[in-house]
């Protein structure tokens, strides 16, 4: 019997399959690919995707108790997985290659390291969030740039353990990878914030009147940020 799967038509040029830590079936195809054609291919992959979901079945994933991480502003476990295969992703039609693709992995519910890598969990969690922020601020950025005429000069990501963002005299807007623990409602404010200090470089009245015309709910994103400001304290990394 054919798995059932979700299907993703995108401007790619071959059929690929991976299959998600929660053992769900992710078929990626081009966008006119007929479905007789689609359901082929997931045929001739039936025993590989089979192989893969016992193996993700026998992933015994053990809770690490303390460790709660932070991701948009909701708090998820982590728990390490068995030593099954992690996460594959097959890529062309021709070649099942399967190919563990990440050290850690969001499934929606928890976070997922795999085996044998928890010695290495704070660099490893560090990196993710640090990519996350990448994917994450760029379009907020382009966004409140565009609408508000503001630009920086330059825009980096950086480890900062207490504060969020900063800008300086240069134009240089930098804002901590730490940013994506918070919701996105306060990732806008803090955005809108960095901004506005391009144009007011303290926080005068003036300064604040072009955060509330950037950000008009900044109130509310600032007394989120003092009621979990335990939150950069508390966690690990
Ligand atoms: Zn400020």
Not at 71 to 99: H, I, M, N, S, W
Request: net charge positive; proline share 3%; aromatic share 12%.
């Amino acid at each position: 019997m054919l798995s059932s799967y979700q299907l993703i038509r995108s401007k790619r040029k071959s059929l690929g399959i991976s299959i998600k830590p929660d053992g769900s079936v992710i078929v990626r195809v081009p966008l006119r690919t007929a479905l007789a054609t689609i359901n082929r291919f997931v045929a001739r992959y039936q025993d590989w995707i089979n192989s893969k979901l016992l193996l993700i079945n026998a992933v015994k994933a053990t809770q690490i108790a303390e460790l709660l991480l932070y991701y948009l502003g909701q708090r998820y476990p982590l728990k390490e997985c068995g030593d099954g295969v992690f996460a594959v992703d097959a890529t062309a039609v021709d070649v099942p290659a399967v190919v563990a693709v990440s050290k850690i992995e969001f499934d929606g519910n928890c976070f997922l390291i795999k085996a044998g890598y928890m010695n290495q969990v704070d660099i490893i969690i560090q990196q993710w969030y640090y990519a996350q922020a990448q994917r994450l601020i760029a379009p907020i950025i382009q966004e409140y740039s565009q609408r508000f005429g503001l630009y920086a000069s330059k825009i980096k990501i950086t480890s900062a353990k207490t504060r969020w963002g900063s800008c300086n005299r240069l134009g240089t807007v930098c804002f901590s990878y730490r940013i994506t623990m918070l919701p996105i409602t306060v990732i806008h404010y803090i955005v809108a914030h960095e901004l506005a200090h391009l144009k007011h470089l303290n926080h005068s009245k003036l300064f604040w009147q072009q955060v509330a015309h950037m950000y008009p709910e900044y109130k509310s994103a600032q007394s989120w940020l003092k009621e979990h400001r335990y939150m950069l304290a508390a966690n690990i990394i």
